[in-house]
């Protein structure tokens, strides 16, 4: 089993995802400093860590499929890759779940943006470990363009209703 292993995963394929993985937490970087920059929870290391964590989840289950489904008869298990990617998003939504601040009276939530800014950086990663990167470069920078510009615009129309906004 081992040698089967070691061709589905070789030290070159293993660098190669090493680099998915720095490419995808470099994209989540960039994200989690336009959080720091505006003091929200989950900046920096944590859009790294998250974004980093999904490549690596994919990357290591597609090789698991693989793995599973040569050793083990094919009748016994049948290895869903599609369980790994619902795996991650679940994953990644508790973790944006633990952002998320109600208001003691109940009447305002703060830091959806930050959850679904979490959520979307699993996504980036995800799309990194399938080798889309053109896909995953440019959900990162429409990203940073919605966290960054639209808040303004979002913050105008609040104050016209009289309400705040947690961008």
């Known amino acids: 089993m081992e040698e089967t292993i070691q061709e589905l995963a070789s030290y ?3 660098w190669l995802i090493l680099l998915d993985i720095l490419i995808a937490m470099v994209l989540g970087g960039l994200i989690g400093i336009e959080r720091e920059l505006k003091g929200k929870p989950a900046g920096f290391r944590t859009n790294m860590i998250i974004a980093g964590a999904a490549t690596l989840f994919i990357e290591v289950g597609r090789i698991g ?3 599973f489904g040569m050793a083990l008869d094919a009748e016994l298990i049948r290895a ?3 369980r790994i990617l619902h795996a991650v998003i679940v994953g990644v ?3 944006g779940a633990g952002t998320i601040i109600k208001s003691e009276r109940g009447e305002e939530v703060h830091y959806l943006t930050t959850a679904a800014t979490i959520w979307m950086s ?3 990663g995800i799309a990194v470990a399938l080798h889309l990167y053109v896909l995953a470069l440019s959900v990162t920078v429409v990203l940073l363009i919605i966290n960054s510009l639209f808040h303004r615009f979002e913050n105008w129309v609040l104050r016209k209703n009289g309400k705040e906004t947690d961008n």
Do not use: N, T
Request: no cysteine; hydrophobic share 55%.
């Open 12 to 14: 070159d394929q293993q």
């Open 80 to 82: 869903d890759p599609v």
């Open 122 to 124: 699993a996504a980036i």
């Open 93 to 95: 939504g508790f973790i």
């Open 65 to 67: 499929v693989l793995y």
